[in-house]
Protein backbone atom coordinates (compact mmCIF):
# COMPACT_ATOMS: atom_id res chain seq x y z
CA UNK A 1 0.00 0.00 0.00
CA UNK A 2 2.26 2.39 -1.08
CA UNK A 3 1.74 5.71 -1.66
CA UNK A 4 -0.79 6.41 0.77
CA UNK A 5 -0.68 8.70 4.51
CA UNK A 6 -2.90 7.35 7.13
CA UNK A 7 -4.25 9.10 9.71
CA UNK A 8 -5.58 8.07 12.98
CA UNK A 9 -8.36 9.45 15.01
CA UNK A 10 -11.26 8.31 17.28
CA UNK A 11 -14.49 8.61 16.70
CA UNK A 12 -17.55 9.57 18.83
CA UNK A 13 -17.70 6.67 20.88
CA UNK A 14 -14.29 7.22 21.48
CA UNK A 15 -12.79 4.29 19.17
CA UNK A 16 -9.88 4.22 17.38
CA UNK A 17 -10.65 5.07 13.60
CA UNK A 18 -7.78 4.53 10.78
CA UNK A 19 -7.94 6.84 7.44
CA UNK A 20 -6.27 6.88 4.44
CA UNK A 21 -5.25 9.74 1.27
CA UNK A 22 -3.06 9.66 -1.29
CA UNK A 23 -0.02 10.83 -0.22
CA UNK A 24 0.16 13.93 -2.48
CA UNK A 25 -2.97 15.56 -0.55
CA UNK A 26 -1.50 18.95 0.86
CA UNK A 27 -1.55 19.64 4.63
CA UNK A 28 -4.59 22.07 5.02
CA UNK A 29 -2.70 24.59 6.77
CA UNK A 30 1.05 25.09 7.42
CA UNK A 31 2.30 23.30 10.29
CA UNK A 32 3.04 25.15 13.56
CA UNK A 33 6.91 26.01 14.54
CA UNK A 34 7.28 24.00 17.86
CA UNK A 35 7.88 26.42 20.56
CA UNK A 36 10.03 24.26 22.87
CA UNK A 37 11.95 21.29 21.95
CA UNK A 38 9.97 17.75 21.77
CA UNK A 39 10.32 15.10 24.65
CA UNK A 40 10.13 12.27 22.34
CA UNK A 41 11.17 12.00 18.60
CA UNK A 42 8.51 10.54 16.13
CA UNK A 43 10.16 7.41 14.29
CA UNK A 44 7.95 6.17 11.83
CA UNK A 45 7.33 2.24 11.41
CA UNK A 46 8.75 0.85 8.07
CA UNK A 47 5.97 0.39 5.62
CA UNK A 48 7.20 -3.70 5.37
CA UNK A 49 6.47 -4.04 9.32
CA UNK A 50 2.82 -2.85 8.95
CA UNK A 51 2.20 -5.12 6.22
CA UNK A 52 3.49 -7.76 8.22
CA UNK A 53 1.99 -6.90 10.89
CA UNK A 54 -1.81 -7.14 9.26
CA UNK A 55 -0.39 -10.43 7.83
CA UNK A 56 -0.18 -11.76 11.03
CA UNK A 57 -3.04 -10.30 12.54
CA UNK A 58 -4.75 -11.88 9.09
CA UNK A 59 -6.83 -8.70 8.66
CA UNK A 60 -9.19 -8.80 5.94
CA UNK A 61 -11.57 -6.20 3.81
CA UNK A 62 -14.50 -5.34 5.93
CA UNK A 63 -12.33 -5.00 9.48
CA UNK A 64 -11.79 -2.15 11.42
CA UNK A 65 -8.29 -1.52 12.53
Request: aromatic share 6%; no cysteine.
Amino acid sequence: MRGFRFSRRLDRQGRKVVSSAPAETAPATKPKQATRQPDNVYVPTPQFIVDTMLEMAEVKRGNVV
